[in-house]
């Protein structure tokens, strides 16, 4: 199975989901999403798997730092996507591609899981 962990190399969350990985001696290719961009194919992927409300993370900083209309106007999936590619940091992190599974945030017991799937 391959493994793609996406994310932003100096975010924490990521860090501990890459920590996790090699801990369990776990190979995966990482795209970092600030040097290379979201790709729109996985992006839309994503958001037909999982919902695009599961993908923009509400509780951070960059959505925060969002002014109220900008954040009004993040409402369904053509929003929230066109938001996500310009502004990477506004997703969740990590998104991680199982194989035929997708997954968002760290969840070291849902990981365990996967890897044994």
């Known amino acids: 199975m391959k ?16 920590a996790w990985l090699g801990e369990h001696g776990i190979a995966y ?3 970092d999403f600030k040097k290379q961009g979201v790709p729109a194919q996985q992006l839309d992927g994503w ?4 919902g ?18 900008a954040q009004a106007e993040v409402n369904d999936a053509d929003s929230a996507r066109k938001l996500m590619q310009d502004q990477p940091s506004v997703i ?10 997708t997954t968002v945030g ?5 990981w365990a899981l996967l890897r044994g799937a």
Request: aromatic letters at 10%.
């Open 29 to 31: 290719e990482f795209h």
């Open 92 to 101: 969740k992190r990590p998104v991680v591609e199982w194989g035929e599974n």
């Open 3 to 18: 493994i793609v962990m996406y994310g932003i190399t100096n975010c924490d969350t990521v860090k501990k989901a890459r």
């Open 106 to 110: 760290f969840d070291p017991a849902a």
């Open 47 to 50: 958001i037909a798997q999982l």
């Open 52 to 69: 695009w409300e599961r993908l923009v993370n509400r509780q951070g900083t960059t959505w925060r730092k969002l002014a109220p209309a």
